[in-house]
């Protein structure tokens, strides 16, 4: 019954939307039971709650993936940041050492 109510909402019948309660009661016949507006409703809302779980499995998984990713890309800008922090620390000493012996050669500390 689940899946026929599934294609019967797919295909676009969804009764009249006069609200809540609105569609007549189910008629019984001798093919089985014809779905009223209520059954037809909450079928619809099965469906909707089906891709919404599949479409938050799918959010989880991309959202796994762009961690790893990132992770993968903050631990190579670390090494590079690192690397030249090591460069610029090094120059900035090659300079300050420099600029004390102009100025002790300036003011003829040696």
């Given at each position: ?42 079928a619809r809302l ?26 993968a890309e903050i ?36």
């Amino acid at each position: 019954m689940k899946y026929a109510m599934t294609s019967y909402i797919l295909s676009g019948s969804f009764g009249s939307g006069r609200g809540l309660w609105s569609g007549p009661p189910a008629e019984y016949s001798s093919g089985g039971v014809k779905p009223n507006g209520l059954e037809i409703r909450v079928a619809r809302l099965e469906v909707i709650a089906e891709h919404t779980q599949r479409d938050i499995s799918e959010l989880k998984t991309d959202v796994r993936e762009l961690r790893k990713e990132t992770k993968a890309e903050i631990g190579a800008l670390r090494t590079e940041v690192r690397t030249d922090f090591r460069v610029m620390f090094g120059a900035l000493i090659t300079v300050a050492l420099g600029l004390a012996g102009l100025m002790a050669k300036g003011f003829g500390w040696y």
